[in-house]
């Protein structure tokens, strides 16, 4: 049926809009991708701490203990970030982190007591978790909001490009020269704050009026609070469930792998799998659903997510790993974007920092969670963790479907979310 929607634009000025997300982008848009890419392709702290604690001499408790305590660093500084950018503003709040993450990197060079060496990876952690909600709440601002779901995706493009560059380039370095790999993070780390020092704007918001209230990067934020939208409180938990069933992938799945018979490399070559299609398809696919229902990617995704891993109960085979890993790695490309989209929508002018830090907040919390939950559940029974993923996706795509839009509250489309009123009882039109 042919739109008449005036507001909206037609099937072809479609095209052209979301074009119009890449050429030009908004200078916003372009340092943070830049900056997210050198932040991951030299983050062989993150990549690479697990060795690097090993090679202090710490036993397989003390790594246990420490990995923990530096993965809830990681989802306390998502968590306040967003508080930390109204108060200093988006372009202090990224560049401090990047800057902080450079010094505590150095500090870590000549530290080898243990609790000490603790207390500085969990500041770093938390200085390089803060940074992502605060750049997605600049990407959204910046990005008109037609142009918000592929802008994401490119972003996600540079971070996991850069991912897999820092693996690689860690990979060579750390087997000659392990003592240096912080030095290396910590001269990255000062490139990206140096950056956006000089390259980021002070204001970059491009899509809220400025009559509305003052953006995320002005000094203070006058929006009102999270818990002004509880049906947003409630999506990010369930994208927070999400995280945790996808965070199965580095917990209870390469071990079923070995289980099964497979060699450590088949692991690998799974999750370099997962990293191809994550770059190679996740732009274009971005484009393609831009324009549709919010519920409708992420319920997609969430029905990825779950399947994908509750395809293992079948019996681990090739076919069912390779299976497995698109759809949950097509579910990764659909929700990821449009969950970073959808805070930027649903979030009121001057609160975009605060709804990405809580979505952020949420999905790191079940990142981290996930993959002890998931080693539980297969002690009890090979099959456990991925009938438990189907049980809870039947839930979680459910809610999705039912809550997205009350929680975004603006419209049909995830590219023109203030075109349609909301219709009674969370029913699109």
């Not at 090679?55 to 397989?60: K, L, S, V």
């Not at 109204?86 to 010094?103: I, Y």
């Not at 392990?178 to 290396?184: A, E, R």
């Not at 919390?365 to 049980?391: D, E």
Request: aromatic share 8%.
């Amino acid at each position: 049926m042919r739109n008449t929607d005036p507001r909206q634009p037609s099937g072809t000025g479609a095209g052209r809009s979301g074009l119009k997300g890449f050429l030009p982008l908004p200078l916003p848009v372009v340092v943070v991708t830049f900056s997210v890419f050198l932040n991951r392709v030299g983050g062989f702290f993150a990549i690479f701490l697990t060795l690097v604690l090993a090679d202090r001499g710490y036993d397989a408790n003390e790594i246990t203990f420490g990995l923990a305590v530096v993965a809830v660093c990681g989802a306390a500084g998502a968590g306040v970030s967003g508080i930390l950018a109204d108060r200093f503003g988006a372009k202090g709040t990224v560049a401090a982190a990047t800057a902080l993450s450079a010094v505590l990197s150095l500090s870590l060079v000549n530290v080898q007591e243990y609790v000490t060496t603790l207390v500085l990876a969990g500041a770093m952690n938390a200085s390089l978790q803060a940074y992502t909600p605060v750049a997605q709440a600049i990407v959204g601002e910046a990005s008109p909001p037609e142009c918000r779901v592929p802008n994401f995706a490119l972003y996600r493009v540079a971070l996991n490009i850069g991912v897999a560059g820092g693996s690689l380039l860690g990979g060579l370095w750390a087997a000659e020269h392990m003592s240096t790999l912080l030095i290396g993070n910590a001269v990255v780390s000062a490139l990206s704050s140096l950056l956006l020092f000089s390259m980021l704007p002070k204001s970059t918001g491009s899509s809220v009026p400025p009559a509305a209230a003052r953006s995320t990067h002005g000094r203070r934020s006058q929006g009102p609070g999270l818990l002004a939208n509880p049906y947003f409180v409630v999506v990010c938990v369930l994208f927070g469930v999400t995280s945790l069933v996808y965070a199965q992938h580095t917990g209870p799945f390469p071990l079923a792998i070995t289980d099964a018979g497979f060699s450590t490399s088949v692991f690998g070559a799974l999750l370099s799998l997962n990293a191809v299609f994550v770059i190679v398809f996740e732009v274009p696919i971005a484009m393609g659903v831009q324009r549709l229902p919010v519920r409708v990617p992420i319920v997609a995704g969430a029905v990825c997510v779950f399947g994908g891993f509750l395809i293992n109960a079948l019996g681990l085979g090739w076919a069912v790993l390779i299976i497995g890993v698109l759809f949950w790695t097509l579910g990764e490309i659909l929700i990821s974007p449009v969950a970073a989209a959808t805070a930027s929508n649903a979030a009121p002018a001057g609160a975009g920092a605060r709804y990405q830090a809580f979505l952020g907040f949420c999905q790191m919390t079940g990142m981290s969670a996930g993959p002890a939950l998931g080693v539980f559940l297969y002690g009890l029974g090979p099959q456990v963790p991925w009938l438990v993923s189907g049980v809870l996706g039947c839930l979680v795509a459910a809610l999705f479907f039912w809550l997205l839009p009350l929680a975004v509250d603006r419209g049909t489309a995830l590219s023109h979310p203030e075109s349609d009123p909301m219709p009674q009882n969370g029913e699109h039109k």
